[in-house]
């Protein structure tokens, strides 16, 4: 599984028209429309309203293979982060064993977005495996499972640190497109 640790922390088609010596008025009038919607970004209105520009919605979509929850959530609008949605992420990568939840600095969920959409896959469910994990948690897999690599003093118990598997893209690749971002470490654990 890959681990992604401390902060590891997007077409147009292009169309050629051959032109016939005529037109017909509903040729002209459909060319007309289509370069009208072209332009017009470029130049603007005569009235005192400004076009308003869309909002960029940072959204993340998850799937947690101990809990089997499920999470789709807008957690980013613009500069704005929602609060609401901070809390929500919160408690769903608490530690699945205890219950406990920790706060996760906002950059990681912006991590994991960048993340996604370098791999091409921004729309895509992400696999948690392990988010926060108490103290008691982190030491228990330590001494009951001695060979999976859980280090003493884990990222995961204080919240900054997120287990993830994309589905489709092997853990190599997703571990590489980390490093590309140069936000932090990347641990990495063979499948």
């Keep these: ?10 077409g147009s088609e292009a169309t050629s028209v ?10 002209l009038r459909r060319l007309s429309l289509i370069l009208l919607f072209l332009l017009a970004p470029l130049l603007g209105h005569g009235g005192t309203e400004s076009a308003s520009p869309a909002t960029h919605e ?8 101990h809990t089997g ?4 959530v807008v957690y980013r609008r613009c500069d704005q982060y929602i609060p609401e949605a901070l809390d929500e992420l919160d408690h ?14 906002h950059r990681l969920f912006d991590l994991l977005y960048d993340l996604t959409a370098s791999l091409d896959d921004s729309g895509g469910e992400i696999n948690v495996i392990c988010g926060y994990r108490t103290p008691w948690s982190n030491e ?23 287990d993830v598997r994309l589905h489709g893209i092997p853990t190599s690749e997703l571990r590489d497109a980390a490093l590309r971002l140069h936000r932090g470490g990347v641990g990495y654990y063979r499948s």
């Design 58 to 65: 940072y959204r993340l979509r998850f799937y947690h293979t």
């Design 69 to 72: 929850e499920r999470l789709d």
């Design 92 to 105: 769903y990568l608490r530690d699945h064993r205890t219950g406990d939840v920790r706060h996760f600095d």
């Design 18 to 27: 051959s032109s016939p010596r005529t037109k017909s008025k509903s040729d």
């Design 1 to 10: 599984m890959g681990l992604i640790r401390q902060y590891i922390l997007s």
């Design 140 to 162: 228990f897999l330590r001494t009951s499972h001695p060979h999976t690599g859980v280090a003493q003093h884990s990222l995961h118990t204080q919240a900054e640190a997120i």
